[in-house]
DNA sequence: TCATCCACTTGCCATAGGACAAGAAATTAC
DNA sequence: GTAATTTCTTGTCCTATGGCAAGTGGATGA
């Protein structure tokens, strides 16, 4: 257990005992593919530490197309955080695309430990910061790269995606139609 | 000054004489138009209130063109998160578009309330789950809305926006050339 | 007062990607 | 093992937006 969610929570100014006491906060929950973590209209209540599978995050637009706003892969945090944090409903669901191993810690025990370990406070910021950082890389990736730019730069970025995800996902998270992502990847085979 | 910050540090744990102490560790800063509130390169040491005025941040893609990722008006705060936070050099410019009133606080002192006073380190975590709520709906807004739809959102959540900012840097914020937006423009006054 | 520079508009044509529909291929269900 | 469902590919045609270039009007500056 440590040693997977040491990644997700390294920081310079967690102690290695601290790094301890927030893992054991943890409890391990499987999903089987196809269960949802979190669905939209729920209030979250913990967030998960994805060990092992890939979880996809979507939402439905106005005309009833299912988005998909991101990835979540091993060592990453599969977590709405307005829902959390804001205690309101979630606007997004979130979902396994296969069999997962995870780690969840719920809101009670976050906020103990996030008042009591300032290492981890730290850390929080940090990995919030980090969140925004990529999501703004991600919006200006959707301004100034054609679809096929995007869609290599989540191959080389993500590669576990594409192995796991149906394109039609993939698609939408690259905000093209299916139609255009098999066309592109058959460009791209092309190429090679 | 009170009255002013007061729009942005709201949060219900926060103490009126918490604001207050939180609100006597800004400076007042004034900015002319075409200023700049940090370049690119720089690290940032401190953020900016924004009491009267609008600020503009921008990167240059690959091809050099300029990219409007975000503007910042009244009672919002322009920050570089990842470069204030992990003390990196930025990546964007942060330029007022106006001429500028702001209220500034160092890192410094920051970290000195954030860590003293809870209601502060709540009201950080909310306002940085707000700004990823925000960036997610633009995503999502990038994918599903035609370029006019999302000027017209633009339009209906921002309209300072688009009376003091010169049209191409709305049109890169909203991913499309200032041709383009001429032209919808002029649609949307036909449609009138 | 004239020259220069922006900000914006407009025209013409090019192109990336969308809409829809028809298969193939793979997966799942019974 | 066969039917049903989902996933992916491909064809045809269409539309939104881009690229480039010319032109207008207002602002700034010597």
Redesign the pocket.
């Known amino acids: 257990m440590m040693q997977t969610l040491q990644v997700i929570y390294q920081h310079p100014l967690l102690t290695e005992s601290e790094l301890e006491t927030i893992c054991q906060a943890h409890v391990p929950v499987v999903f089987s ?1 196809g269960d949802y973590l979190l669905k939209k209209g729920q209030v979250a209540n913990s967030y998960f530490c994805v060990i092992e599978g890939l979880v996809r995050s979507y939402v439905y637009d106005f005309n009833g197309n299912d988005i998909t706003t991101g990835f979540i892969g091993k060592n990453e945090i599969a977590i709405d955080v307005v829902s959390l944090f804001h205690q309101i409903p979630s606007v997004e669901h979130f979902q396994a695309l296969t069999d997962c191993k995870c780690y969840a810690i719920n809101l009670d025990n976050f906020q103990v430990l996030y008042h009591s370990i300032k290492g981890f406070n730290e850390w929080g910021r940090a990995w919030m910061s980090e969140c925004l950082f990529q999501l703004k890389q991600r919006t200006i990736s959707m301004i100034t790269d ?3 730019e ?1 869609y290599k730069r989540l191959q080389y970025q993500h590669p576990q995606i594409l192995q796991e ?7 939408s998270y690259l ?12 460009e791209l085979v092309k190429e090679v």
Chains 1, 2 share one sequence.
């Open positions: 593919k054609s679809a096929s995007r995800a149906p394109l039609k996902f993939i698609a905000g093209i139609t299916d139609t255009s992502l098999s066309r592109i990847r058959k």
